[in-house]
């Protein structure tokens, strides 16, 4: 890779942040691009633009050399270049980013599957689901503040289960229990990724968002 292309993906990565999404509070609502906070404390985190270039290859990137470094983005650079220009365009910047969340988002699909779903069924019941993840409500003492937590989060787990259970028999399948862990990958799921929004901008529950809760949720 020559040093023009050297610069070129300095700048690329340096200005992912303008095609990225921005980091929900609710990690269950709309997944990030990056586990890193974009602008903690009002300054720009270029981690956050690294993870989200770079996907699950991240963490190996800050292992190799710089000559390594440059050899592995020399290779990315050019499946992002579709049109063989040698420039990569905010049309293909964005497809990569895409792409790359989307390959998360597989491979988080699948082994949640497998963790929630060890016996390999066809279709995970929601009861199951509801043993695994809320069992240990069980024993938590009713009214507590823990136990008012974790039943609004069974709650709201329950309402985008059934918005995931397309056949309505109250069990997933794979695909399904994808949709349930990322809705903003499946159409019929964005009215629950809506509904879940609001409630997670209206800090006093009036059902109204007011100006300065929409500010608060972008500025923190």
Known sequence: MDRGNSYRILILVSFC?????????????????????HFPEGEHNAAYDHEAFLGDEAQLFDDFSPDESRRRLGLIFEKMD???????????????????????????????????????????PWEDYK???????????PGSEDHRTYSRMMGRDRRRWL???????????????????HPEDAPHMHDVIVIETIEDIDKDGDSKISMEEYISKWTG
């Not at 695994?132 to 024993?139: P, R, S």
């Not at 918005?163 to 862990?181: R, T, Y």
């Open 82 to 124: 579709q049109d063989g220009d040698g420039f990569v365009n905010s049309s293909e910047l964005t497809k990569w980013i895409e792409w790359t969340q989307k390959k998360y988002i597989i491979a988080d699909g699948e082994k949640q599957w497998r963790i929630h779903n060890p016996t390999e069924k066809k279709v995970l």
């Open 17 to 37: 942040t303008a095609f990225a999404l921005p980091k929900p509070e609710n990690q269950r609502v709309i997944e990030p691009l990056s586990r890193q906070d």
């Open 131 to 141: 043993k695994a993840t809320y069992g240990f409500l069980e024993g938590e003492v």
């Open 163 to 181: 918005a995931a259970d397309e056949n309505g028999i109250d069990a997933l399948s794979k695909q399904e229990f994808q949709n349930f862990l």
